[in-house]
């Protein structure tokens, strides 16, 4: 399994960004796919998670700002970032599981990208 995240960069306040996540070699019929990030100094901790049923779970910060997604045909995962805030700037990791109940924690993931930077400045 291999999941490569492209998309970050540097964005000022109230800025968008769309995440990428190109998964490959994932081909469970059932599964949970998570965003997480980790702030310097700080543990990894979940954003946004989709599974096969295209149920999605979002930490209560990004509510409302963030959203995620799922192009099976791609066999890509996004996520769309508005409204960006410093506060959102981690590297942002994409994480994948054939557990669909899996939710945000990074506990229950057992495939992980490399991450991606995201720099949100004032």
């Known amino acids: 399994v291999q999941l490569v995240e492209s998309g970050g960069g540097s964005v000022q306040s109230g800025g968008s960004l769309r995440l990428s996540c190109a998964a490959s070699?994932?081909?469970?019929?059932?599964?949970?796919m998570g965003w997480f990030l980790q702030a310097p100094g700080k543990e990894r901790e979940g954003v946004a998670r989709i599974n096969n049923f295209a149920r999605t779970s979002y930490a209560d910060s990004v509510k409302g700002r963030f959203t995620v997604s799922l192009d099976n045909a791609k066999n890509t995962l996004y996520l769309q970032m508005n409204s960006l805030k410093p506060e959102d700037t981690a590297i942002y990791y994409c994480a994948a599981d054939r557990r669909f109940w899996s939710l945000l924690s990074s506990d229950d993931y057992n495939y992980w990208g490399q991450g991606t930077q995201v720099t949100v400045s004032s």
């Open positions: 070699g994932f081909t469970y019929s059932r599964y949970s």
